[in-house]
């Protein structure tokens, strides 16, 4: 492991918000462009979209958000998804086909950390229903024989994907990620320079603010004690910033915290050194997979898959409050103060 470490004590952020994206609260130049903003409920999150352009542009989003809604939602019994699951067989519009395609290739890539399949397990321990329980082991053991991302069959010709009886898939994993991705490229191409996308944590920077400066993107605290909500701040542009946490989801039960992140191996949830991971990079696709699938590898193999790959930086915060960050951001990131004596170990390649 080649890394560093020191006690950061000067760059500090005195954080009065939980927001995740904390706006610069300086006046902007008179040329500076008016931001739009549109608030919208989907993917069940709250999301948000701020815009320097034609404000015409968040509708047209919106509808994009609410239609791949209905064709990723893995509970909507109308979505393609939701399809084949049902008839373990089906054909998919393009779009779906084509997502299907990269969330199994970030399977193969995370060597099964992440599995489209685990749904089944997902629902046995309440996750998509909110009635949460501790299945049995032996419930458990019998629903993973039909988790295994290798026994999706995909169908170039007619766009069809398969999958066996009594697996099903659930795109939850990479949606939200590749919905900031097309947005980004929609926004894009209609000429917008500066934007925020916000969807519910999973953040997408579109250049700078209209200002010139970088967004401001706050990583949010995985300890409950936490008085401010936010561990430290991530200087961003043109690129996602996206964090995956036991915190996000969980229950409790004599005593034991369960959370919503799975390792398919075990079937439980996902529990090693790792409370919070964030990964920075182009694409929000890849950055939305490889935030679940890092924190189930836990600190090491986080560490030994930025070793090997060359699309993304990370924010790996441990159980006991360290922060193991790579050296691609590491000047870019602060901590908040109440946080101001935590260990940043900078971790290079």
Known sequence: MNFFRFN??????????????????CAQSPAAKTMHTTTLFAMDTVMELQIAGDEALLTDAEGMIR????????TDENSEIAVINKNDS????EETFGLISEALSMCKRTDGA??????????????????????ADAELEKLLQNVNYKNVSLDESSHTCSIPNETMID????????????????????????GLINLGGNVQCIGTKPNGQPWKVAIKSPFPDSSSGIYGVLDASDEAVITSGGYERYFEENGEIYWHILDPKTGKPAKKDLLSVTIVGKDGLVCD??????????????IEEYKKSSDFD???ITTDGDVYITEGISNRFSLASEYYNAQIHVVSR
């Open 114 to 135: 992440l599995d489209i399949t685990i749904y089944p397990v997902l629902k046995a321990w309440g996750f998509t229903t909110s009635e949460y329980r501790v299945p």
């Open 314 to 316: 990370t924010i790996l």
């Open 8 to 25: 950061q004590r000067v760059k500090l952020f005195v954080v009065a918000t939980s927001s995740l994206v904390l706006l610069c609260s």
């Open 90 to 93: 089906a054909p998919v519009s």
């Open 67 to 74: 239609n791949l809604e209905k064709e990723l939602s893995v």
């Open 171 to 194: 795109l939850g994993s990479v949606a939200k990620g590749y919905t900031s991705r097309k947005l980004t490229d929609y926004f894009t191409e209609k000429g917008v320079t500066s």
């Open 289 to 302: 997979a490889l935030s679940t699938s890092l924190f189930v590898k836990g600190l090491d193999g986080a």
